[in-house]
């Protein structure tokens, strides 16, 4: 509290220990060996739903049929898909499937746990990668997000954000930096044959 510039988040709470994880490097004898910490509540989120509702109201939603449902519950009409799912689903997750694919709308699944859910939308994201669609996957927790993330293939192209810290094991090679880093690190070792021989071009140039 005395120093509004340090930031960080609760990693983990033992007894009387409290373990903080900062935003950024922070220099030791700038915390106070005596202090209060404050919890910070963040307006974002708020800011970010308000900002949606204007969209909405605005009507220049990206997809202008949003309004009518949320509203009015008015939903397109639409005819499913014929295209099958690559790994065995049973009847109703099929169906499921098959409207993802072309319902111009919303589309709501609803099952008790252990029904195949999971499974389904894993199958709904393949599908539109390989369809060279973009699909945004978010959840309530980062493990919802994870299950689903496991569970696509290798070839598509899949872009993990969160916390470091909240992110599986498994799917912690996904994230952006650590994407960015193996990508600099190819490109280095590719071009570290030309490198080396501009590099004797622009020395013999020199002398």
């Given at each position: 509290r005395d120093n509004q510039d340090i930031r960080g988040r609760v990693f983990s709470l033992e007894e009387d220990r409290l373990t903080v994880k900062f935003e950024e490097p922070v220099d030791r004898r700038s915390i106070p060996e005596q202090g209060v910490f404050e919890k910070s509540e963040s307006v974002l989120p708020f800011i970010i739903q308000q900002q949606a509702i204007d969209t909405l109201r605005a009507g220049v939603a990206q997809n202008p049929h949003l309004?009518?449902?949320?509203?009015?519950?008015?939903?397109?009409?639409?005819?499913?898909?014929?295209?099958?799912?690559?790994?065995?689903?049973?009847?109703?997750?099929?169906?499921?499937?098959?409207?993802?694919?072309?319902?111009?709308?919303?589309?709501?699944?609803?099952?008790?746990?252990?029904?195949g859910k999971t499974r389904t939308i894993a199958e709904i994201v393949r599908q539109h990668g390989v369809e060279h669609r973009r699909v945004l996957v978010t959840a309530?927790?980062?493990?919802?997000?994870?299950?689903?993330?496991e569970r696509l293939p290798s070839d598509l192209t899949v872009v993990r954000v969160g916390h470091e810290d909240r992110v599986s094991d498994n799917t912690r090679h996904l994230l952006l930096d650590i994407q960015a880093r193996e990508l600099q690190k190819t490109l280095l070792e590719r071009t570290e044959a030309y490198a080396e021989a501009l590099s004797d071009l622009v020395l013999h140039v020199d002398q």
């Amino acid at each position: 509290r005395d120093n509004q510039d340090i930031r960080g988040r609760v990693f983990s709470l033992e007894e009387d220990r409290l373990t903080v994880k900062f935003e950024e490097p922070v220099d030791r004898r700038s915390i106070p060996e005596q202090g209060v910490f404050e919890k910070s509540e963040s307006v974002l989120p708020f800011i970010i739903q308000q900002q949606a509702i204007d969209t909405l109201r605005a009507g220049v939603a990206q997809n202008p049929h949003l309004l009518p449902i949320l509203v009015d519950g008015v939903y397109q009409s639409y005819q499913p898909s014929g295209t099958r799912p690559a790994i065995g689903l049973n009847t109703a997750q099929t169906k499921a499937f098959s409207c993802s694919l072309t319902v111009p709308d919303l589309l709501l699944v609803l099952g008790p746990p252990g029904t195949g859910k999971t499974r389904t939308i894993a199958e709904i994201v393949r599908q539109h990668g390989v369809e060279h669609r973009r699909v945004l996957v978010t959840a309530k927790t980062h493990k919802a997000v994870d299950n689903v993330l496991e569970r696509l293939p290798s070839d598509l192209t899949v872009v993990r954000v969160g916390h470091e810290d909240r992110v599986s094991d498994n799917t912690r090679h996904l994230l952006l930096d650590i994407q960015a880093r193996e990508l600099q690190k190819t490109l280095l070792e590719r071009t570290e044959a030309y490198a080396e021989a501009l590099s004797d071009l622009v020395l013999h140039v020199d002398q």
